[in-house]
C-alpha cells in the first residue's frame, strides 16, 4: 500500500528552500535527468528553424578569429 502526498508546488519550494545545497545538487541532477529528453527534442526542433550551414558557421568564426588576433 502507498500513502500519497498531495502538495502544491509552492509547498514543493518551500521543501526545496529548507534543504542543503547537496540535496538541492541532488534534485537538480534528478530533475535534469528527467527532463534531458524532452529539452533535447525541443532543443533539435528549434534548430530545425535556423537556417545555417557549417560553412555560414565557419565563416563566423574565421571573421571573430581575425578580429582577435590580427
Do not use: W
Not at 16 to 37: Q, S, V
Not at 42 to 64: A, G, M, S, W, Y
Request: proline letters at 1%; glycine letters at 2%; a negative charge.
Amino acid at each position: 500500500m502507498s500513502n500519497l502526498i498531495k502538495m502544491d508546488i509552492d509547498q514543493i519550494k518551500d521543501l526545496i528552500y529548507e534543504m542543503d545545497i547537496e540535496e538541492k545538487k541532488e534534485l537538480a541532477r534528478y530533475l535534469d535527468g528527467l527532463t534531458l529528453e524532452k529539452r533535447f527534442a525541443d532543443f533539435i526542433n528549434k534548430k530545425k528553424n535556423i537556417p545555417l550551414t557549417i560553412e555560414d558557421i565557419t565563416k563566423e568564426v574565421e571573421q571573430e578569429r581575425k578580429k582577435r588576433y590580427i
